[in-house]
């Protein structure tokens, strides 16, 4: 079990550039989570997958924001038009079965919009 | 609506018990997790409540009552590794909701 992992770690960019995160989950969980964390704050939920189904979206979720999951393994979230308010924590879990199982969560991309 | 709430902050002392509170309003419910934070790291799982009553797991053991909407962690023998944030989350559908967190500060 090598656990979720995110790349990358840090990202610095300019207002109104894109940018895109990559999640790997733990290999034989069939769900994905895409959480936002700000300083202070719990992680809010953003988006999620059953294998490479998205069955919900938050209406956090502008469409700036794009998540893929094109084979059920790796995911991509995606963010056009970078805006300052879109600096946060990225956080992504995996979990197996029905969503009773915990969550694993992995350390998270960090964005910082200049 | 959705509305978690837990304290802010708690202080404790090496070596004593903490009870970290948190209730909730959520429309629908499928089972309470609590999570540990430590600064800048990643969310790790700790206890899971989806029935009434208490779920003890080492030093840490979580209670639930679903009437009330309430559940806390409790936290024994207190170590300095302890100092954490601890999230209170709910699953009213396949996500989880997540409250504030309450970052508990273990002094010698």
């Known amino acids: 079990d090598t656990g979720v992992s995110q790349n990358p770690r840090h990202k610095i960019t300019k207002r109104g550039q894109n940018v895109t995160f990559r999640c790997d989950p733990i290999?034989?969980?069939?769900?994905l989570y895409w959480y936002r964390q700000t300083l202070g704050q719990g992680p809010e939920f953003l988006t999620y997958?059953?294998?490479?189904?998205?069955?919900?979206k938050s209406r956090l979720l502008s469409d700036r924001f794009s998540a893929e999951r094109p084979k059920g393994s790796f995911s991509t979230l995606e963010i056009q038009r970078t805006e300052q308010g879109d600096s946060a924590m990225y956080l992504c879990?995996?979990?197996f079965g029905r969503g009773n199982q915990p969550q694993h969560f992995g350390d998270g991309t960090r964005l910082s919009i200049l | 609506g959705q509305n978690i709430d837990q304290p802010t902050e708690m202080t404790a002392t090496e070596g004593a018990i903490v009870q970290i509170n948190c209730t909730y309003q959520?429309?629908?419910?499928?089972?309470l997790f609590w999570y540990q934070q430590h600064a800048g790291e990643a969310p790790t799982f700790l206890s899971y409540?989806?029935?009434?009553g208490l779920e003890e797991k080492g030093r840490f053991s979580s209670f639930l009552s679903r009437s009330k909407g309430y559940s806390y962690l409790l936290l024994k023998e207190l170590q300095m590794k302890d100092s954490a944030s601890y999230l209170c989350?709910?699953?009213?559908?396949?996500?989880?909701?997540f409250g504030t967190g309450t970052r508990l500060q273990v002094f010698p």
């Open positions: 879990a995996s979990s």
């Open positions: 290999s034989e969980h069939n769900r």
């Open positions: 997958f059953q294998n490479e189904a998205q069955l919900e």
């Open positions: 959520t429309s629908g419910f499928n089972g």
């Open positions: 409540n989806v029935l009434d």
């Open positions: 989350a709910v699953r009213p559908t396949d996500k989880l909701i």
